[in-house]
C-alpha cells in the first residue's frame, strides 16, 4: 500500500523546484494532487507528465478568489482536500536600508499572506473530510536571521507562528498543521530568467553550504519532498504545531566547520 493512498493534496508554486518535486513523490505514493502555480506552462506539464492523478489549476497565492477556485477545482476533480502545502515563495537581497516599500509588500504578500490563504481556504473542505495536513514551507529565515532578507525572514517567522496558531485551532478537528524549514536547496528562487542564472545562484549556494553546512552540500528538492510526504500521511499522525528543519545542520551551532 502507498503511503498516500486515498488521499487528495493540493500544492502551490508545484511549477518547479520542491513543489514539482512534491507534486511528483505524492502523485507517486498514490495521492491525487492538484499542481497549482502562475506559471501555467510549466504547471501544466509537470500535471501531464503525472497523468491521471494530477490536474493543473492557476493560483496566484495573494488572491482569495483564485484560493477559492484552486479549492473548488480540487474537490471539484477529487472529491475532497486532505492535504495542502503552501509551498510557492519568492525572495528578495535588498539590504535594509535599499529595501523599498514596494519590494517588502511584494515578498510578505506571496510568502506571508499566501499562507494565510491558503490555511483558511482548507479549512472547511478538510473539516468536510474529517481531518487533514496543512505543510507551510517556511525555512531556516524563519529560525535566524540572514543578512539581505528582511522582508524573506519577516514572512517566513511570520509562517512559523501562523504555523502554530492554526495547529492550536484545528486540532479539534483532525487538521494537522507544521512547518517546513529548508536550508539552502537547489531551486530557482534567487535566480532570474536570463540565461545563465540558475547556474550562477547555484555555484554560489554550493559553495557556501560547501564551506558552512556540516553535511557539506546544498539539499536537493527531492529531500524536502520527502520530509513533506512523512508529514502529509498518517504516519505522522501525532505532530502538530512543530518546526522541521532539514537544512544539513547548518543552524545547528556555531562556528561553522572550519571556522572553530
Same mark, same amino acid.
Given at each position: 500500500?502507498? &503511503?498516500?493512498?486515498?488521499?487528495?493534496?493540493?500544492?502551490?508554486?508545484?511549477?518547479?523546484?520542491?513543489?514539482?518535486? #512534491?507534486?511528483?513523490?505524492?502523485?507517486?505514493?498514490?495521492?491525487?494532487?492538484?499542481v497549482?502555480?502562475? @506559471?501555467?506552462?510549466?504547471?501544466?506539464?509537470?500535471? *501531464?507528465?503525472?497523468?491521471?492523478?494530477?490536474?493543473?489549476?492557476?493560483?496566484? %497565492?495573494?488572491?482569495?478568489?483564485?484560493?477559492?477556485?484552486? %479549492?473548488?477545482?480540487?474537490?471539484?476533480a477529487?472529491g475532497?482536500?486532505?492535504?495542502? %502545502?503552501?509551498?510557492?515563495?519568492?525572495?528578495?537581497?535588498? !539590504?535594509?536600508? *535599499?529595501?523599498?516599500?514596494?519590494?517588502? &509588500? @511584494?515578498?510578505?504578500?506571496?510568502?506571508?499572506?499566501?499562507?494565510?490563504? $491558503?490555511? &483558511?481556504?482548507?479549512?472547511?473542505?478538510?473539516?468536510?473530510?474529517?481531518?487533514?495536513?496543512?505543510?507551510?514551507?517556511?525555512?531556516?529565515?524563519?529560525? +535566524? $536571521?540572514?543578512?539581505?532578507?528582511? /522582508?524573506?525572514?519577516?514572512?517566513?517567522?511570520?509562517? @512559523?507562528?501562523?504555523?502554530?496558531?492554526a /495547529? @492550536?485551532?484545528?486540532? !479539534?478537528?483532525?487538521?494537522?498543521?507544521?512547518?517546513?524549514? !529548508?536550508?539552502?536547496?537547489?531551486?530557482? +528562487?534567487?535566480?532570474?530568467?536570463?540565461?545563465?542564472?540558475?547556474?550562477?545562484? &547555484?555555484?554560489?549556494?554550493?559553495?557556501?553550504?560547501?564551506?558552512?553546512?556540516?553535511?557539506?552540500?546544498?539539499?536537493?528538492? #527531492?529531500? +524536502?519532498?520527502?520530509l513533506?510526504?512523512?508529514?502529509?500521511?498518517?504516519?505522522?499522525?501525532?505532530?502538530?504545531?512543530?518546526?522541521?528543519?532539514?537544512?544539513?545542520?547548518?543552524?545547528? $551551532?556555531?562556528?561553522?566547520?572550519?571556522?572553530?
Amino acid at each position: 500500500m502507498a &503511503r498516500l493512498d486515498g488521499k487528495v493534496a493540493l500544492i502551490s508554486g508545484a511549477a518547479r523546484g520542491m513543489g514539482k518535486a #512534491e507534486a511528483q513523490l505524492f502523485a507517486a505514493e498514490g495521492a491525487k494532487v492538484a499542481v497549482c502555480d502562475v @506559471r501555467d506552462d510549466e504547471g501544466k506539464a509537470v500535471a *501531464e507528465a503525472i497523468g491521471a492523478s494530477a490536474i493543473y489549476q492557476h493560483l496566484d %497565492v495573494t488572491n482569495e478568489d483564485e484560493w477559492a477556485a484552486a %479549492v473548488a477545482a480540487t474537490t471539484g476533480a477529487f472529491g475532497k482536500l486532505d492535504v495542502l %502545502v503552501n509551498n510557492a515563495g519568492i525572495g528578495d537581497g535588498s !539590504p535594509l536600508a *535599499e529595501m523599498t516599500l514596494e519590494n517588502y &509588500r @511584494r515578498v510578505t504578500e506571496v510568502n506571508q499572506t499566501g499562507v494565510f490563504l $491558503g490555511m &483558511r481556504s482548507a479549512v472547511a473542505p478538510m473539516k468536510d473530510a474529517g481531518g487533514g495536513s496543512i505543510l507551510n514551507i517556511s525555512s531556516i529565515d524563519g529560525m +535566524i $536571521g540572514m543578512d539581505l532578507c528582511t /522582508a524573506y525572514v519577516a514572512s517566513k517567522w511570520a509562517v @512559523r507562528g501562523m504555523t502554530k496558531t492554526a /495547529a @492550536r485551532e484545528l486540532g !479539534p478537528f483532525g487538521i494537522r498543521v507544521n512547518s517546513i524549514h !529548508p536550508g539552502f536547496i537547489h531551486t530557482h +528562487i534567487g535566480a532570474g530568467d536570463e540565461p545563465g542564472s540558475l547556474e550562477a545562484v &547555484r555555484e554560489i549556494v554550493d559553495a557556501h553550504t560547501e564551506k558552512l553546512a556540516p553535511l557539506g552540500r546544498t539539499g536537493k528538492p #527531492e529531500e +524536502i519532498a520527502k520530509l513533506a510526504l512523512f508529514l502529509a500521511s498518517d504516519e505522522s499522525s501525532y505532530s502538530t504545531g512543530s518546526e522541521f528543519v532539514a537544512d544539513g545542520g547548518l543552524i545547528a $551551532g556555531y562556528p561553522p566547520p572550519g571556522m572553530a
